[in-house]
């Protein structure tokens, strides 16, 4: 039950703006989360750690020296948008380019990975670290695909050490998933978490059982066990992990240890439950290091716990044991530390609403006014299929992707008008209006085309007109991102399904006649074919929301609209050449 | 609910040991609860802070450099026994005293307290702290007879940091006592919480309402009102303790902040709370020095929280923000703490069960063996009156009095037997004996009676014989202790009833005569008289245990047992002049 609330749909927000208020000395809240409150060496890279709300002291809890520089801060068990976390970047960042953690999600990967491409438009370095450290969502074959829970204390821990001694974005990134492939986590929950506002919680465990696997938005575990005493659950979270000791501490070796609550479990229990966990590390001759006992990656009143173990090397446990200072992790030997009274404030921070229009070539405005027509021809074609594009969604989904598109392109047109008048050339206004579009759409479509509109400015110059072939490489850099961020696959029934053969058949088309409104109009029709077989299949499958079987997938509506659009550009590069 | 658990009974020991276990670097297992596990400085006083288990991060959670030298851990919600608080001290103690903080209960008073005279035996100097913030269970005149809540926190702090900076018994009892009187706590509660095995909350609170005024041992509030916002909650905590702010503050100042989690309202509501309470404050010209806003002084799974205010001064404020490193909390400017890997291992740690019997003088033995006999007179009087009584404490009580003198003053009897072995003189005898009534019996009176012989035992040396009057003077220390520990006055109904009366007419008596042998017959006769009129009203009353009106008290069988055991003891010393 969450009880003090204000108002559930400004809950989050005001949590990060009251966490902010009580932690000056450490933190500053800025659109979309807070960043340190002090200043970061020049050319140090900043890591940006995030995900939904809900889990606190995850993540904004972590800001400090030692380790995080900022953290966006999603809505309760939502991820940031891209605009929180560019923000946040943005400001976090010191010209040492930034490393994004998160824990791995659907929505934090594409809403970091949407950033960050906005991010490497603007000529910053981004790195992405996706935590993975949950035993119970996937094999250990794919252990880089599993889901984020506790873990995400210890990578980010010793990410933020390795910053702190130095070193540079590569070698971040390098420990940190180091880091990352050494954690393994393993969870069980007794009882499920409210949402602030919601009556009933998001679900509940029968009495007398225990949901083994539990993820940390309220998932039910993956399976249910009888209840066990402290001991037997001592037992069965360290022998699941177990299972997965590596080669290197097969016979012994030292681990950093985490024993995390989930939010109504309290301290004495878990203490009961470390008791018979000291027995069972020493047992199989594991030293534990400096171990954790209480709360890290909460969720909300969930009832349950996790074991983290991190199977560490020297590197990694030189870090875990580094001195840290933030508002909810602190450890010595703090000596080590530069007291925060001598760090000075923090000066420079960023402001959305003011982002800058670098000065353009005469030929690149020219472009950039000709891409805006391509923005309202899109707005255009959105609105006129809005209601069908609805009623396509709604057959499998939930019926908002019209909505979402229109919303999106409609706001992506203001920022392009507005960059215009600003003398944007064709990179800035693609990123802006990409911006725009993800602010405006909200969802994945809108993350998806926004970033699709970043990445396709990224192919492009502020500073030089833009020949056929860096069009469509503008083109084809959009449907890369969107096939990054999204992680879908041809087949998957999503957009993809319509961009992939799009943007090959684009190539190929342009390799044999250098004509790009006829390559592109060719391509468009083999989208088109791609995306009706998707929503041929659509149909079939009726109403049926929850179907089973993943070869057939959760259909997307978004091939139909990728399609359409392309089919309008290729029109006008015909109508125009 | 409590979900983890191996065994009820064993469950605030197992997490004491799991605690121990999981922070090796901060503490050791010790009888009792634990202490630091690195040296101290010699001479430096020992912060000794303890209470019932239930409430971590209190109270272990803060032993460490700038906070506590060791906790004693009770049972969940009770009292460390007296000789769990005697057996931490110990281990703590390094030539400086010890200075014992608790909140204010009547449980902890009794058993602290019983410690205390059993250390001042021993010539440490002891001096007591009872933190008594909480605004709602007793008016402003009486403040420091209300109970202590999350201030516990922000006073022990402050007297771990005067000690850490080298202020002296004295001067640290003087800072500790000027933090309790500066701090104020207000309460609510949302629901109750559930012992370990437990299957029922041990209070619900109403759907829709808040109890106003919690207690943190799972005692309801003082009066119920409709739920509010999560800011009509932060006006209401904030308007309690606005209408204390001393003269000092009225138009401004530095406060320490603390806003509390009982344990199942989480972070993100406190925060929300929090952004309300930062208005409240600034809005008051009350700059916060340091806020905390977390989990500090919970109550298991207890839905609530509360406001602590500290009106701090300079001396204050400076012990507020000084650096500390405990298991639960740190704090930097930390470059200000010698690095706990640097200093040494604590190498003495008191092992009960091996307490020292100094070498004693002749005459002194010969009086142990005299004492010994009263001991074991004691110990029959009682087993013939234990059935009695029994019946007459289950008038209006539990009825195990008798049952509770029993083990008593066997348990004095064996302890006297063991000591006289290894050569007690006469006050060790009665010190040792004093530990043991008190371990033995357990429950109010047997902490009472392992004060009055452990007080006994100071009147007494182990280096000299005793005259007549030293003697007197150990019937009256004895009588002294139950009164000062007790808190207990004449016409209470206690055993205080009886042993007043006993006192004065021993003096009195004993001053006309120089006969000790017929002063305490008399005494004892008055004592009989005394507790007779008691055990008349005990009947009068009949089963009617709970009495409304406060004249009539909760009658008490101690007096009877007090007078019988006198009169022996009156006997014997006949016989043997």
Known sequence: MTYLIN???????????????????YVTAVHGGVVRSTETPKGQPALVIGGGSGHYPAFAGWVGPGMGHGAPCGNIFSSPSASQ????????????????GFGNYAGDVLHFGAAAEKLRAEGIDVRI????????SNSLEDHRDRRGIAGDLPVFKIAGAAIEAGADIEDAERVAWKANDATRSFGLAF??????GAEEPLFHVEEGTMGVGLGIHGEPGVKDLPMGTASQVADLLFDGIAEEIPESHRSGGRVAVLLNGLGTVKYEELFVVYGRLAERLEGSGLTPVQPEVGEFVTSLDMAGLSLTLVFLDEELESHWTAPVDTPAYRRGDFSGLTPLKEIPARA???????ESVPAAQQESEKLAADLQGVLELFEGVIAEHEAELGRIDAIA?????GQGMALGSRGAVEAGRRALERGAGARTLLVHAGTAWAESAGGTSGALWGAALTAAGRALSDDSAADDPAKMQALLNAVDAVRRLGGAEPGDKTMIDAAVPFSQALEARFGESQDLAAAVTSAAVEAQQAAEKTADLTARLGRSRVLGEKSLGTPDPGAISFSLLMEALGQRLGQKS
């Open 397 to 401: 989904g939930d019926g908002d992707h």
């Open 191 to 196: 009882d499920g978490c409210t949402l602030p």
């Open 348 to 354: 420079e921070l960023f402001t959305p609403g003011e």
């Open 129 to 136: 670290i996706k935590v993975s450290d949950d035993i119970a």
């Open 7 to 25: 108002s559930a749909s400004d809950f989050a927000h005001e949590a990060v703006q009251g966490f902010a208020a009580a932690n000056p000395q």
């Open 85 to 100: 976390v560019y923000s946040v970047a943005k400001s976090a960042e010191n010209g040492g380019g930034v490393v994004m």
